[in-house]
């Protein structure tokens, strides 16, 4: 149990057989006094709780995230499909977003559906960069330029 939630369980059982006894005996001359004394306590208690709780559960920003070893054991192989016709302007920024994600075994394949722009140098580029992660697909020509689903599941000769 935490030291703050220690203090206040301790603060409030002490809190309760005050009440008791104060039930037992017969009130006193200064019962005024006495309750506000009591409401003083039962708030004075739960900035204290509420100051140690906080004081406990301070964190330094950013985080610093623990690096450990990845397994394929607890990250299976992942494939991740790109299909692409005449996207220049963005394919390059898709790559890299999933390049960059913290889940590392994955295998992403870049799919270029007979593109008319610079699509197709920009994919060659970034598998350059990683050989083992990135795959460039050309589909061919007579079932390309249709459609990104269709150039995703259509296999290549």
């Not at 140690?52 to 985080?63: D, H, K, Q, T």
């Not at 450990?68 to 692409?84: D, G, N």
């Not at 007979?114 to 920009?122: K, V």
């Not at 994919?123 to 390309?144: F, L, Q, Y």
Request: no cysteine; hydrophobic share 45%.
């Amino acid at each position: 149990m935490k030291p703050a939630l220690k203090f206040q369980s301790a603060l409030y059982l002490y809190i309760l057989i005050t009440i008791g006894l104060a039930l037992l005996v017969p009130p006193p001359a200064y019962a005024l006094e006495a309750v506000l004394i009591f409401l003083f306590l039962l708030v004075f208690s739960g900035t204290i709780f509420y100051s140690l709780l906080i004081v406990a559960s301070r964190r330094s920003y950013p985080f610093k995230v623990e690096v450990q070893e990845r397994s394929p054991f607890f990250e299976p192989l992942v494939y991740v499909l790109i299909p692409a016709h005449n996207e220049e302007s963005v394919i390059e920024i898709t790559a890299r977003t999933v390049l960059n994600q913290d889940y590392h075994n994955f295998k992403l394949f870049l799919i270029n559906d007979n593109s008319t722009d610079s699509t197709r140098e920009i994919m060659e580029r970034i598998a350059s960069e990683n050989p083992k992660k990135i795959t460039v697909i050309d589909v061919p020509p007579e079932r390309g330029g249709r459609s990104k689903p269709r150039a995703s599941t259509t296999p290549s000769k």
